[in-house]
């Protein structure tokens, strides 16, 4: 069983850069597909970027032209740059990787552990 570790996260000024990592104790090239999620107190959590296994990317509108997701799979490593950074930005991001089976079509899920951002003056 795959397990992800983030890093990156820490507390930085509106307009403000950080850079998430996500390292994965396997291959990730054996996953349908990677992302960052992100969960700010009080609300759901919710999608902030995907990025397949044939590098398609997907991002949420509020994160749009502001955040890249990138990865390397010879190092099995997902990252997120994150610029313009604005205080509704602040939250756990959690780094995840899903699987497909081929067969049942039913997803399986890893979960990192999260790693806190805030964006505050």
């Known amino acids: 069983q795959v397990q992800l570790m983030e890093s990156g996260g820490g507390l930085v000024q509106p307009g403000g850069s950080l850079r998430l990592s996500c390292a994965a104790s396997?291959?990730?090239?054996?996953?349908?597909?990677m992302g960052w999620y992100r969960q700010a107190p009080g609300k759901q959590r919710e999608l902030v970027a995907t990025?397949?296994?044939?590098?398609?990317?997907n991002y949420a509108d509020s994160v749009k032209a502001r955040f890249t997701i990138s990865r390397d799979n010879a190092k099995n490593m997902v990252y997120l740059q994150m610029n313009s950074l604005k205080p509704e930005d602040t939250a756990v991001y959690y780094c995840n990787a899903h699987f497909i089976f081929p067969t049942t079509y039913r997803r399986a899920d890893y979960w990192g552990q999260g790693t806190q951002v805030t964006v505050s003056s």
């Open positions: 990025i397949t296994s044939v590098g398609s990317t």
């Open positions: 396997g291959s990730i090239s054996s996953f349908n597909g």
